[in-house]
């Protein structure tokens, strides 16, 4: 596509169910990310995938967050077991070399906890 | 304190002003990037340097790595340049991650 798709726009959640949000990245881009924005808070990486190497996960904050990159384009990241504070911005982007190759963020997907 | 550092936080500006934010970071990196975030969260990437400047219509960004200081100036501001302007480096060494700063709020009024 011309541009990186993240799916819902908006996501409501009782705490404690699970939720899978959705990165269609812009084809060809072998890199992708997702970073998180929380209320006031700055962004926060999460994952990176380039390839099909071994993804970093070192951002991830807690073993309830989990992601896959499926053919090396459509990513999801899953969140088990919900709380307040996973409420946040997850954002994803998508780039050709990684970094150094400039990339383009997707609008994010608003994530509300209740 | 963080490895990224943006001043000011907010900016309040008229239209056709000169803008500058300033960017300052304490770790070895391999490129800075500057971003521009619009209210309803959309991302758009400014720049990314490692060295020297870089122009792209009315918006400057200019990297002293020396100094590890970045600046995004805004030429002939308007109103539609209003946003959260944030700066993000590349740590030597992590080829995936980002470091953010919190980022500098821009509203320029008529």
């Known amino acids: 596509g011309a541009g990186v798709s993240q799916s819902p726009s908006n996501k409501v959640t009782e705490k404690g169910k699970d939720v899978e949000l959705r990165c269609d990245p812009i084809?060809?881009?072998?890199?992708l990310y997702w970073y998180r924005q929380s209320l006031g808070q700055g962004l926060e990486f999460l994952i990176y995938?380039?390839?099909?190497?071994?993804?970093?996960k070192s951002g991830l904050p807690s073993d309830r967050f989990s992601a896959e990159r499926t053919g090396g384009s459509v990513s999801t990241l899953t969140i088990q077991r919900t709380q307040q504070e996973d409420s946040a911005v997850y954002l994803c982007?998508?780039?050709?070399?990684?970094?150094?190759?400039?990339?383009?963020f997707g609008s994010g997907t608003r994530l509300t906890v209740v | 304190k963080n490895e990224v550092e943006q001043s000011p936080q907010n900016l309040t500006a008229q239209e056709g002003e000169f803008i500058t934010i300033n960017c300052s970071y304490s770790?070895?990196?391999?490129?800075l990037h500057w971003l521009q975030q619009h209210p309803g969260g959309g991302i758009v990437s400014l720049f990314m340097?490692?060295?020297g400047k870089k122009k792209h219509g009315r918006l400057i960004a200019t990297i002293n790595i020396q100094e590890k200081h970045s600046s995004l100036h805004i030429t002939a501001s308007h109103p539609r340049d209003s946003a959260v302007y944030i700066c993000?480096?590349?740590?030597?060494?992590?080829?995936?991650?980002?470091?953010f700063g919190t980022g500098t709020r821009l509203q320029v009024t008529l």
């Open positions: 982007a998508s780039s050709l070399w990684g970094l150094l190759g400039g990339y383009t």
């Open positions: 340097l490692s060295s």
């Open positions: 993000a480096v590349s740590p030597l060494g992590t080829a995936s991650k980002l470091t």
């Open positions: 084809s060809g881009h072998t890199a």
């Open positions: 770790v070895g990196i391999s490129a």
């Open positions: 995938f380039q390839g099909n190497s071994a993804p970093d």
